[in-house]
């Protein structure tokens, strides 16, 4: 299998790089262009070599798929194939159309001539994987565009239009059409008028400008970049290209690339990078699977959720019929998709002919009828089984045959949902997250009956509305919820041991949250998990024993909307205030049950509350409700706030070492009277004493 192919026209030899989907720099593409180097150099038909790709990439850049594999590291590395290249006796033109990006671009740059397409798309946009570009490109990118345009683009990553790069020393040619025969005419023209072998090593840049501009972006990156060392990195080795010889930017530069790919940062941006292909590959359903066509969508409930929804599907030009029970909530819900589009075009997002379209695209309803039509249902009414039978029931009578039929619901069974229709193999969850037309996370439950076309469907159309898709299987509060409540679980024993919530939200900030347990209580509401605990106790025929959070709930304190929970609120603000009166309650507590206080260290509440969400995620994997830890991640990234550098909360446990987190969790659970859930889950135990890791 030739990675590259080869072929004489005229006096010039193309080189066409043949790796679908993106022309990706591994070891067989390597390989294959410098052996397709070395045939035109010895073929004396060859005067001149052109490069190139196909239509949709000159090259995307190195191969994500091979970092940290042994292949990453087989010669020739790529910028031994840059040299190469460069250093040809015979001129070499770079052909670009499609994504020139990465390693691509190095490569391009290793050239003597370039001719692009305008609408080729050019970038180096490593740093988005927490690195520089390490073959070349810190050092010529300045040389061909000057200090401040590549300082711009290997910073940000942004990707850039050849077009406008027209008339610098990176493209020779922009043409509109297909760049090889312009190359290949370019290439004897080289020939014929015996003009130079153009090398970007060979500029000697003087830029005036230079030593101000990466003072300036010294300070506006750094003060961005967060967590990333790699930002500031990409301007310090831009600044080499103005200070240092061309070879010593060159060693300097791969010394930052090797260090950079080593940090935990890079190593989680990675990971993210690869979880969300991966979660793609779901096991029982092969690629080729039939899919359904989904041309009209049905939204039941115009609340929180249901509005939220519906604007996904209108986003990518979907009809939508939108059913409620009364006018009164339909209009209402109506309304709030109204506003929420109306403030996108505010900033300038949507015109406002945009808005009207998308509204046109929603039917109101309150009757089921025009269900008949619809090709999709989701159902996002009140969390009650009793409802939820009701609408299931209705949608059974009304819907066609093949109409997929799923439930939004956030904790409840989608087996007995299935079980009020007679279809139950064309039910499934689809769990969207809030605000749904914001928040990237769609768990995809997968009910014991679920058909694989009707899973392929909405894995597809998830992607279709821009979602990151991860499937589940059925249990309470499927993978994010059930961890979650571990979670929320190890956040209250630390308010009943001695902590505050003020400190253990601090905490988790500090550790890369974007917001704390207690804050995020008072946003989503109180007396949400105040009438869970109520529900579970009365179906376990137990008293319920009030904790802190119920207190707070039977004061009316349901958070924000009632301007206290856990903190305090002034009349129309969101900051939260740490509040004496919840204080009070916490001692009174703590009294009560005999807890003598004690002083707690934020590395603690950060192990407690995190390794509670780890060693849930284990369960959750032996159980088979995640099909692999980097899910998991996925799920904690795109719906709860993870910090993406950590890469989720199964790669922090890889990073920090599954013995070390067994260790902890022993200490936990060998504590008096310790929750049971403390022991750390078998999977745990077993990877940690095999040395193995979750991802
Ligand atoms: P909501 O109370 O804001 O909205 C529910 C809407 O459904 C109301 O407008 C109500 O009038 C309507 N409704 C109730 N019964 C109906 C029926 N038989 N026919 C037609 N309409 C009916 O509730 P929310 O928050 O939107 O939750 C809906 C579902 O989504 C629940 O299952 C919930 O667990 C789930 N969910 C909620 C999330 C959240 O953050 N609020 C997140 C993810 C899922």
Request: with cysteine; hydrophobic share 45%; net charge neutral.
């Amino acid at each position: 299998m030739s990675s590259t192919r080869y072929d004489v026209r005229g006096r010039t030899a193309v080189i066409t790089l043949d790796s679908p989907p993106v022309n990706g720099l591994g070891a067989a593409l390597r390989t294959g262009i410098v052996a397709a180097l070395d045939r035109a150099l010895a073929d004396a038909d060859a005067k001149a070599i052109v490069i190139t790709g196909d239509d949709k990439a000159f090259s995307g850049g190195a191969d994500v798929k091979e970092f940290g594999t042994p292949n990453a590291a087989r010669e020739p590395r790529l910028p031994v194939v840059i040299a190469a290249i460069e250093s040809s006796p015979k001129p070499v033109v770079a052909a670009i159309s499609g994504v020139c990006m990465g390693g691509g671009l190095e490569l391009a740059m290793g050239a003597h001539y370039r001719v692009a397409r305008a609408d080729a798309q050019i970038a180096l946009p490593e740093v988005k994987l927490g690195l520089l570009p390490g073959a070349g490109g810190t050092q010529r990118l300045p040389r061909a565009l000057g200090v401040e345009t590549a300082l711009n683009m290997i910073t940000s990553g942004a990707t850039v239009p050849a077009g406008k790069l027209k008339g610098t020393a990176l493209l020779d040619e922009v043409v509109d059409g297909d760049p090889v025969p312009a190359a290949i005419a370019l290439a004897e023209r080289i020939v014929a008028d015996q003009l130079p072998l153009k090398r970007l090593r060979d500029i000697k840049l003087k830029d005036p400008q230079g030593e101000p501009l990466l003072q300036f972006a010294r300070n506006t990156v750094g003060a961005v970049a967060g967590p990333y060392p790699a930002p500031l990195k990409c301007v310090e080795a831009v600044g080499w290209s103005l200070t240092k010889p061309f070879d010593e930017g060159i060693k300097l530069e791969r010394e930052a690339f090797v260090s950079l790919m080593a940090t935990p940062e890079a190593r989680a941006l990675r990971h993210v990078f690869t979880a969300e292909r991966a979660a793609r590959k779901i096991p029982g359903l092969p690629e080729d699977t039939p899919l359904r066509a989904i041309r009209k969508v049905g939204v039941i409930g115009a609340g929180t959720m249901g509005g939220g929804i519906t604007m996904n599907f209108l986003n990518a030009g979907i009809p939508v019929v939108l059913l409620e029970m009364k006018q009164e909530a339909l209009d209402k819900g109506l309304a709030t998709i109204r506003k929420n589009y109306e403030n996108s075009a505010k900033k300038g997002k949507l015109t406002q002919e945009q808005v009207e379209q998308r509204m046109a695209l929603i039917t109101p309803s309150l009757d089921y009828a025009p269900f008949a039509e619809v090709d999709l249902v989701i159902e996002a009414v009140f969390e009650n089984m009793d409802v939820k039978e009701q609408v299931f029931r209705h949608l059974d009578e009304v819907c066609k045959a093949g109409a997929i039929l799923a439930s939004n619901t956030s904790y409840l069974d989608i087996d007995r949902i299935a079980t009020f229709t007679k279809r139950p193999d064309d039910v499934l969850g689809l769990h969207f997250f809030s605000p749904a037309n914001v928040m990237r996370l769609l768990e995809i439950v997968r009910g014991a009956r679920t058909a694989p076309d009707v899973l392929a469907t909405c894995v597809d159309l998830a992607r279709k509305i821009r979602k990151v898709a991860v499937v589940a299987g059925v249990c309470d509060g499927f993978i994010g919820n059930r961890m979650i409540a571990r979670y929320g679980a190890a956040a209250q024993g630390l308010i009943h041991a001695g902590a505050l919530p003020q400190q253990i939200d601090g905490a988790l900030q500090k550790f890369g949250l974007a917001m704390g347990p207690f804050r995020m209580g008072d946003l989503a509401g109180l007396d949400i998990g105040w009438a869970t605990r109520k529900r579970k106790a009365a179906e376990a025929g137990v008293a319920m024993k009030p904790i802190v959070a119920d207190k707070l709930c039977e004061a009316g304190r349901f958070g924000q909307k009632t301007g206290a929970g856990w903190y305090r609120y002034e009349a129309g603000k969101r900051d939260p205030i740490p509040d004496a009166a919840t204080e009070q309650m916490i001692a009174d507590y703590r009294a009560a049950n005999g807890i003598t206080p004690r002083k707690i260290s934020d590395e603690e509440i950060v192990e407690r509350c995190i390794y509670a969400l780890v060693n849930e995620g284990a369960r959750i994997l032996e159980d088979g409700i995640a099909v692999r830890a980097s899910d998991i991640d996925l799920v904690y990234l795109n719906g709860y706030g993870f910090p993406a550098h950590r890469g989720g909360p199964m790669l922090h446990a890889d990073i920090v070492g599954l013995p070390n987190v067994v260790r902890s969790l022993q200490r936990f659970a060998a504590e008096p009277g310790a929750d049971p859930s403390w022991q750390p889950a078998p999977l745990l135990l077993k990877l940690a004493e095999e040395g193995k890791t979750f991802n």
